[in-house]
Each structure stands twice: as structure tokens, then as C-alpha cells.
């Protein structure tokens, strides 16, 4: 009679243990197959692009001069190797240092801006200024200015970088909850808690949103600024290693410094989306991964 009884209750019992354990499989391979096309499906696809090239320039002849395949420029990376390291080295310490410097002026600013209208209404006209005029215009002035190539440099690409993260950190900082700001001010919240747990968490998003655009604005400056500075000295970036081949039709060396160049976009794409993602990704909509 109990044995009949276990037979009974036992396919009961795996009946609700079994739909829970197939959905929770069912998740787990979907979100292994979902990891696997975010890798796999960017990577054939460049490379689907880059043998049709290499094809294209082999099927019709294309001179080395006009369109060089891309085998001619991985050759062209590995015999120029060290100068085009040493370009890179420089443009990658140029854009990572204007960059640092946009975001520290950018969140002191902002937060000034933030807290006092006066100052924001007399000195964003200013930064507006910078904003919508050409680094390309005036570069040439500050070249002049500014008897220090790296430095001329420096402060184009810092122009080109800096709005974009003053203008997210004043419009983070001032977009934190009315409500929240009053309970703060009942519980009489010091000025320090009031920035640490209502202010800056409330930024975060809006500063991390600016970080990826200003990443890529800032090696955009420096490609810019190195492009009106000519090919002058031997501490040169990328940009004059491309102007550098165009003038000596030196077409597949071009396409090899355009690639670093590209290269360098996407790592700090990727950092920055990847930083967002560390300091959101447990907390703010933006950033949380929801199961279908």
C-alpha cells in the first residue's frame, strides 16, 4: 500500500520540480547562445568584409596605390612596425590625457554650475563658444600661441572633448528628485551626504553617458590638431603618419596608420562601455540586463 502510495506522489512531485528546472535550463542556454553572437556574428561579419575586399582588390587589379588589399596592409603593419608604434604611442598618450583633463574640468565645473546659477549663467556662454566652433579653426592660432607642440595639441583636443562632459555632469547633478531632495533636507542631510548619496548617484548615468561620446571626441581632437600641425618633429602622432604617406603616395602605410587610428576608437569604446557597465550594471535601468 505505501509503495503504491510513493508511485503516486513521485511524478506529483517531479510534475512541479521538472517545468522550473527546464525553464531555468532554457535561460541559461539562451543567455550562453546570446554571449556567443555578440562575439561571434561582429567577428564574421569583418570578416566576411575583409576577405571580399582582399578578393575584389585581387579580381580586378587594383593598384597598390589606389586600394591596397588587406594582406599588403598587415605586411605594411609588421615592416613599419616600430614607427607606427611609436606614432600610436604618442597619439594614445595625447587622447587619454585630454581626456583626463576634460573630465576633471568638466565634473569641478559642472558641479559648480550645479550649484550656483549665477556662475553657470555667466560662464556657459563661454563653453558654448568652445563647443560650436571648428578645433580645426582654431588650432592654427593656438599652434601659435603655444611654442609647446604637445601641449598646442593638447588643448585642441581638450576643447574638442570638454562640453560633453560639463554639460551631462550639471544636467546629472540638478536632475535628482524634488522629493528626494526634500527628504534629504528633513533628516538635515550635511552638504557631503547630500552630494554622495542623492547628487552624485543621480549624475552617474548622465556622466558615464558623456564619458563614451568624449572618449571618442577627444582622439577626434587629437587626429584633427596633429592634422594642422603638419608632419613637424619626430614626436608625431598617427595623423601625421597618414598626412606623412599621402604625400609620398605611400597608399598601403596610410591604410595601416588609419587602422590603428580606428583600432584606438574601438578599445576606448569598449572601455568606456565596459566602465558604464561596472558602476551602472547593478543599479541603474540603463545598464540592467532583463530576461525575456
Same mark, same amino acid.
Given at each position: 500500500?505505501? @509503495?503504491?502510495?510513493?508511485?503516486? @506522489? ?21 543567455? #550562453? ?13 569583418? @570578416? ?34 616600430? =614607427? /607606427?608604434?611609436?606614432s600610436m604611442w604618442f597619439t594614445v598618450k595625447l587622447t587619454l590625457v585630454s581626456l583626463l583633463l576634460a573630465i576633471v574640468g ?26 560650436? =566652433? ?6 592654427? /592660432? ?26 551631462? =555632469?550639471? !544636467? ?15 533628516? #538635515? ?8 548619496? /542623492? /547628487? ?12 563614451? !561620446? ?36 605611400? !597608399? ?41
Amino acid at each position: 500500500m505505501s @509503495t503504491s502510495t510513493t508511485d503516486l @506522489t513521485a511524478p506529483a512531485a517531479d510534475a512541479f520540480e521538472d517545468p522550473a528546472a527546464e525553464m531555468n535550463a532554457a535561460v541559461e542556454r539562451a543567455a #550562453r547562445r546570446e554571449r556567443r553572437m555578440r562575439v561571434l556574428m561582429p567577428v564574421a561579419a569583418l @570578416t566576411l568584409a575583409v576577405v571580399l575586399w582582399e578578393v575584389l582588390v585581387w579580381w580586378n587589379e587594383v593598384p597598390h596605390y589606389l586600394i591596397p588589399a588587406p594582406s599588403l596592409i598587415a605586411q605594411t603593419l609588421v615592416t613599419d612596425f616600430g =614607427t /607606427l608604434m611609436t606614432s600610436m604611442w604618442f597619439t594614445v598618450k595625447l587622447t587619454l590625457v585630454s581626456l583626463l583633463l576634460a573630465i576633471v574640468g568638466g565634473v569641478l565645473l559642472g558641479m559648480v554650475f550645479a550649484l550656483s546659477r549665477t556662475v553657470e549663467v555667466s560662464l556657459f556662454p563661454f563653453a558654448v563658444i568652445l563647443q560650436v =566652433t571648428p578645433v580645426i579653426a582654431i588650432a592654427p /592660432l593656438i599652434l601659435i600661441y603655444v611654442h609647446d607642440t604637445f601641449s598646442a595639441l593638447l588643448i585642441c583636443a581638450w576643447i574638442v572633448a570638454f562640453f560633453p562632459i560639463l554639460s551631462n =555632469t550639471a !544636467i546629472g547633478l540638478r536632475s535628482a528628485d524634488h522629493n528626494l531632495r526634500d527628504l534629504f533636507t528633513l533628516y #538635515r542631510a550635511t552638504p557631503w551626504q547630500r552630494l554622495r548619496y /542623492l /547628487l552624485v548617484p543621480s549624475a552617474l548615468p548622465y556622466f558615464m553617458a558623456a564619458l563614451k !561620446i568624449a572618449g571618442g571626441l577627444a582622439l577626434i581632437g587629437a587626429v584633427v590638431a596633429e592634422f594642422v600641425a603638419g608632419t613637424a618633429g619626430q614626436n608625431t602622432g598617427l595623423a601625421s603618419r597618414i598626412l606623412e604617406s599621402s604625400f609620398r603616395q605611400e !597608399i598601403p602605410r596610410m591604410f595601416a596608420a588609419l587602422f590603428l587610428v580606428s583600432l584606438l576608437g574601438i578599445v576606448i569604446f569598449l572601455a568606456t562601455s565596459f566602465l558604464s557597465k561596472a558602476v551602472l550594471g547593478h543599479w541603474h535601468e540603463s545598464e540592467i540586463k532583463r530576461e525575456a
